[in-house]
């Protein structure tokens, strides 16, 4: 089955700066990838997704890059404020099986 | 902006108890699912259910679990005899049948004492 690693565990960055979270992705059948942020003691929220056919998206301040070849996605987070502070969950899926294979998540903390 | 509600937030329950956890998909989608989180983890798959069947299950999905679709808005989550390790958050999600709109509810939270 899919299996998704996802680093780093904890992310810290000051007010401003980027932020960059990776995933690889074991599965090459899989097409489909969301980025969630999940707040403390809240269910997990779509940030941003990305599909196979396309390399790149952007909304706003966050975007995603997919490299197929290589089985790894990113998100990128631009100047980043307080309330980017959150567990963000990369997953992973593909197209018959819309069960979705969740990284371990990152811990981003954005310090004012 | 359509929900995925969720019925209770919280359940204790004791160990060896019965639980039915409850969920109202999204009223146009056509996959719901099941998704556990035990506390400080990654979020698992536990099962998918498409057209009045399970259409995948994972590992953990074992006959201590079932789901069922009582009637035309309810998709609900029985876990028979529970165990201290079945605590968790359970989220339950719904998409359309391409897998877009993939929607998760607010969870329930369960703790077996």
């Known amino acids: 089955g899919e299996n998704v690693e996802q680093h780093p565990s904890t992310l810290s960055v000051q007010e401003g700066d980027s932020a960059v979270i990776k995933c690889t992705y074991s599965d090459s059948a899989s097409n489909y990838f969301p980025w969630y942020k999940q707040e403390l003691g809240k269910r997990p929220q779509l940030i941003i997704d990305?599909?196979?056919?396309?390399g790149e998206k952007k909304d706003q301040r966050i975007a995603v890059t997919l490299n197929k070849t290589a089985k790894h996605f990113s998100l990128h987070i631009t100047e980043t404020q307080p309330e980017d502070s959150a567990v963000y969950f990369c997953?992973?899926?593909?197209?018959?099986?819309?069960?979705?294979?969740f990284g371990s998540g990152t811990q981003l903390t954005v310090l004012p | 902006e359509p929900e995925v509600t969720q019925t209770p937030s919280h359940q204790v329950t004791q160990m060896g108890q019965e639980v039915i956890l409850r969920c109202v998909p999204i009223?146009?989608?056509?996959?719901f699912y099941w998704y556990r989180q035990i506390l400080g983890q990654k979020v698992e798959f536990l099962v998918s259910?498409?057209?009045?069947?399970?259409?995948?299950k994972s590992e953990i999905f074992d006959d201590q679990f079932s789901v069922e679709r009582p009637d035309g808005s309810n998709f609900t989550l029985k876990i028979r005899s529970t165990k201290l390790e079945d605590s968790a958050m359970y989220f339950c999600a719904s998409s359309d049948w391409t897998g877009n709109g993939y929607t998760f509810g607010s969870g329930t939270r369960l703790t077996v004492v």
């Open positions: 259910f498409y057209n009045n069947e399970i259409s995948e």
């Open positions: 997953a992973a899926s593909t197209g018959s099986a819309r069960q979705l294979t």
């Open positions: 990305i599909r196979s056919n396309v």
């Open positions: 009223s146009n989608h056509l996959y």
